[in-house]
């Protein structure tokens, strides 16, 4: 069997990183094999130890030193560099063989979404393997505003990465019980968002945004129901797997692949 | 007459910087007073010296000795510290009765979109006179499935924060003449990157994109022309100017509305 690739992605503070450490220790507890992957290397104690670790090649740090540039310079030199370690990462990621391997990276979004080296990774690891996971971040999501905005950005993550989409609600611990059935709601009925941003208007925009833009979005399979996740209440990875295993596998169990 | 707050957002490299220089710099060739207002904790080196500066009351470095954390946990903190410093900022800014302030903000785009702080800073400086210019980066630009990325993105910071927006090509100097004018006429006509775009097939979506989205996202207003601006050739400003002005004074001169 092949390694499916799992990309965590989503704005800096959404939660990639425990989401990631989360997803391994539940697969652990299923007896999975999985090897976790750190692309950020910028990370500062990470909750996992990743098998795989960009900073063994070159830290943020380092960058900073070498190239005498600040954190913001810094980082998008490193996420230009990673592209120029990939033959090394490929190496290390093919002396693995499991099902899973989990992909965490850079802390600021745009640094892997709108570089040019990310695609130069995924598609070197193996694109038609991969997934991504990307977070909703909870307290973004929870105004209509701030839903369709987040709607938005994980398409434009999808155009420019090209990669099937498992939309979650990040941290929703967070959220209380109504907060959270609100925002499962809206991305399962285009009639809930569209009625709790119905009297929503924009500056500069010809009018109030109707109906249609999110039936055609649902047509298109951007707009999807979300799956409420939470590392603290250990809820949501068992519909995590079920999207990879729907993705590539048709729904079959992995048992039943593997045995 | 009241002052306008003119934002510049993009992706981290997209020349937000460069761009908020070189516009001060036009207008002061125009002879119409402008100030500048760097609000990115973390910049280095910039080509300008801003009469209002988020440095003076910390830097990114600041945060990360007094913390104790790295770049990447310092600025999710300051991004939500420049909150704290609005009634400071505020006093700074009313000091100046110019007809523009331009506002640069921080080198990681996420980090002023999507931080609540953000919101905070545009509702007390006067939301109801402010516009962003948002920047699409002519590398990610330039394919068609780029430009689709960087079309829900900016669509994306609209729905977050609520402002009309200008959209320009940032850099253009360095795309060829053929690929800056397909980017111009991919944004003008629906019809035009849809033919682009149409052999297109994302994994996971359920059908081909069709036309009728970019007529949609048109008809609302988030699909638009967008304006090519070079810092280095030295375009682009006077489009940015007769944008802003159209906005707020109904596409009158500045200078018939002042003498």
Redesign the interface.
């Known amino acids: 069997m092949h390694t499916v690739f799992v990309y965590f992605i989503g ?3 959404s939660g990639k990183t425990f989401l990631t450490k989360a997803m391994a220790d539940w697969f652990d507890y299923k007896s999975i094999d999985n090897v976790i992957v750190n692309l ?1 290397p ?3 104690n990470l909750p996992y130890n990743p098998e795989i670790d960009i900073r063994e090649y070159f830290t ?2 380092d960058i900073m030193l070498n190239y005498g ?8 030199i490193s996420a230009d560099l990673i592209a120029t370690k990939i033959d090394e990462l490929k190496n290390e990621v093919e002396y693995y063989d499991v099902p899973f391997i989990l992909v965490d990276t850079p ?5 892997f979404t ?3 080296s990310s695609n130069v990774v995924i598609d070197s690891l193996g694109k038609e393997r991969s ?1 991504m996971v990307y977070l909703f ?1 909870p ?2 999501a929870k105004t209509p ?2 839903f ?6 994980s ?6 990465l ?4 498992i939309l979650v609600l990040s941290k929703s611990d967070i959220l209380s019980k109504e907060e959270r059935e609100r925002i499962i709601k809206w991305s399962e009925d285009p009639e809930e968002i569209y009625d709790s941003l119905h009297t929503f208007s ?6 109030n ?2 109906i ?2 999110f039936y ?1 979005l649902k ?4 707009f999807r129901p979300i799956m409420p996740v939470s590392a603290v209440e250990n809820i949501g990875f068992e519909d995590i797997y079920e999207g990879i295993m729907e ?1 590539f596998y048709g729904g079959e169990d992995l048992e039943e692949i593997l045995y």
């Open positions: 704005s800096a503070g950020d910028g990370a500062e943020l740090e540039v600040g954190p913001n310079g810094a980082q998008i802390g600021q979004m745009e640094l709108l570089r040019e997934v971040d307290v973004v505003s701030g369709l905005s987040l709607l938005f950005m398409s434009s993550v999808i155009f420019r090209n990669l099937p989409q924009i500056p500069g925009l010809q009018k945004l109707g249609e833009l055609l047509d298109l399979g951007l993705l």
